[in-house]
């Protein structure tokens, strides 16, 4: 047993409540625990202490943690989130064996991952990620195209739209405000869409920023692991 990631654990979780509090948050932030390149063992100890949500990037050693974390998976004390890029040959894998995917990009991605979400599983609950900085490296679909996605993927009924994803390049304050933005823009728009709730924005470097500037849930990998190889 490691109490100090146990320890990092717990002080990023009071960090967020600090956040929460000093700009006077209604609904508690979830915690995605960041979990690639790490061993299933610490997901393990993480989950036994009341972590739930655990984040991964790379759908091959996701895959393999799954299968080892299958008994607390069952226990319904385990959720995971695909937060890497999507390619299109792996999206049966992708709705097989994940609750979320936050790195919607593209409408032929949405429709393979409804068709092949397995009917004995809930809706998969998906994020649209958006390119907020409109950089040429990162994945996301443009702060344009997100109206017409928004419009297509709501309507997939294996699918359930939760709300947006970014990655921001340097100036981070400056992409939450206008994804913000945009997330309110499209719950005014759209009231059909009862579940839109997640704003997905801040990882170990920026979290109480994002917090501050509305995220719902921080995607927190080294500050609680350490450092990745
Ligand atoms: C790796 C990763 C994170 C976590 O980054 P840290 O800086 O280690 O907290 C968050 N989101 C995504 C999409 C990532 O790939």
Known sequence: MSTSL????????????????????SQPVTLLAVSKTKPSEMIREL?????????????????EKITALQDLKAKGVITWHYIGHIQRN??????????????LERDIIAKRLNEQRPDALPPLQVLIQVNIDDEDSKSGCTPEAL??????IKDYERLTLRGLMIIPATD??????????????????????????TLSMGMSGDMA?????????VRVGSAIFGARD
């Open 6 to 25: 146990i320890k990092r654990w717990q002080q990023t979780l009071a960090s967020m409540k600090q956040a929460e509090a000093q700009h006077q948050v």
């Open 172 to 197: 981070s304050t400056d992409a939450f405000v206008r994804t913000q933005v945009l997330f309110n823009e499209i719950q005014a728009r759209h009231h059909e869409l009862t579940n839109w709730d």
């Open 147 to 152: 109206p017409e996605l928004v419009t297509l």
């Open 90 to 103: 792996k999206t049966r894998d992708i709705a097989e064996h994940f609750d979320w995917v936050q790195t």
């Open 47 to 63: 989950a036994v202490a009341g972590q739930r949500d655990f984040g991964e990037n790379y759908l091959q050693e996701a895959l």
């Open 209 to 217: 920023a994002a917090i501050a500037h509305g995220s719902t849930m």
